[in-house]
T-cell receptor, first 112, second 114 residues
């Protein structure tokens, strides 16, 4: 399983765009990159998943360069309610079951 | 539709007691995961089921931990002879695919061992 490295914490202000970068130098060919969001006292919530280039949904965008050794989660125009912990995961969603590694995540604090 | 539910939401156990934590996954989801989350840490993988088969239990911290999913839907995580270090939030997640990183999490059960 590829190890990931993320900043421990980030601060932002309402209305700004926030970019959280995750390093995964040992990513394997079959690995996907997935991001989760977790609020206090709740389970993590799936945000977005990608393999290469760019993926966008109604919540966020995920940018993955050609070498796939890093990825960036982009949150447009954050609000106070985006204050949460964000986890980057890398792994092969293959059959047979697998061990999911979350890491410590990035604590995003959005200020008014 | 209904999401993943877990019960109880909170459990206080005296050291040495046995506890059973229940997870009701989203109907039809093939995969089911259990995680342990300590305060301020990310979730740590405990075990994985594909339907009723437990395909990975490498994260279970000791033989006091046991999980089952006998009919491929509801799952129970049992902890025998609880210890203080077992105090944590236990999260359950399900996924519509085999394996799968797109997991849907329940709210967790907060276990406190006194």
């Amino acid at each position: 399983l590829a190890k990931t490295t993320q900043p421990i914490s980030m601060d932002s202000y309402e209305g700004q765009e926030v970019n959280i970068t995750c390093s995964h130098n040992n990513i394997a060919t079959n690995d996907y990159i997935t991001w989760y969001q977790q609020f206090p006292s709740q389970g993590p919530r799936f945000i977005i998943q990608g393999y290469k280039t760019k993926v966008t949904n109604e919540v966020a965008s995920l940018f993955i360069p050609a070498d796939r050794k890093s990825s960036t989660l982009s949150l447009p125009r954050v609000s106070l309610s985006d204050t949460a912990v964000y986890y980057c995961l890398v792994g092969d969603a293959g059959a047979g079951g697998f061990k999911t590694i979350f890491g410590a995540g990035t604590r995003l604090f959005v200020k008014a | 539709g209904a999401g993943v539910s877990q019960s109880p939401r909170y459990k206080v156990a005296k050291r040495g007691q046995d506890v059973a934590l229940r997870c009701d996954p989203i109907s039809g989801h093939v995969s089911l995961f259990w995680y342990q989350q300590a305060l301020g840490q990310g979730p740590e993988f405990l075990t994985y089921f594909q339907n009723e088969a437990q395909l990975d239990k490498s994260g279970l911290p000791s033989d006091r931990f046991f999980a089952e999913r006998p009919e491929g839907s509801v799952s129970t995580l049992k902890i025998q002879r609880t210890q203080q270090e077992d105090s944590a939030v236990y999260l359950c997640a399900s996924s519509p695919r085999e394996g799968g990183y797109e997991q849907y999490f329940g709210p967790g059960t907060r276990l406190t061992v006194t």
